[in-house]
């Protein structure tokens, strides 16, 4: 029995920033059942309101996003998670020059394959 998934170490500095929009920069690091991305979001950002099958848990590294979900408001700050259900309708404003992790269970195929227009506004 032969396992071909191997081991990887990467730096951020070394992994490529893809360029979004004016206010929107991001970095990918993909696996086989799960997807890390890197988002920079300068104040004022705006992530539209969008939804996806996936499984999506966001961690604030700086900054602040304020998201509407589900029919509520709600200010992330640095140091804190939220987990948003599969399904689940959202969107974010950078509240101030912002840095997230999102993790995606299974990886986003939109943003894999640059179809992600909801994103790509302001090009």
């Known amino acids: 029995m032969s396992d071909t998934a191997q081991l990887k170490v990467f730096k951020w500095g070394e992994v490529e920033k ?12 993909v696996g086989d059942k799960v997807m890390l ?3 920079l979001l300068k104040k004022g950002a705006h992530v539209p ?3 996806h099958h ?3 848990v966001t961690y604030i590294l700086e900054g602040a996003l304020k998201f509407a979900i589900d029919g509520k408001e709600l200010v992330v700050h640095a140091g804190e998670v939220l ?3 599969p399904h689940m309708p959202h969107e974010a404003w950078a509240v101030e020059d912002t840095v997230d992790l999102d993790i995606f269970i299974p990886p986003r195929e939109d943003w894999l394959a640059g179809t992600d227009a909801y994103l790509r506004h302001g090009r």
């Open 18 to 29: 893809e360029f979004l929009n004016p206010l929107i920069d991001r970095q990918m690091l």
């Open 37 to 39: 991305a890197r988002v």
């Open 49 to 51: 309101l969008h939804h």
């Open 54 to 56: 996936n499984e999506q």
């Open 83 to 85: 987990c948003i259900p």
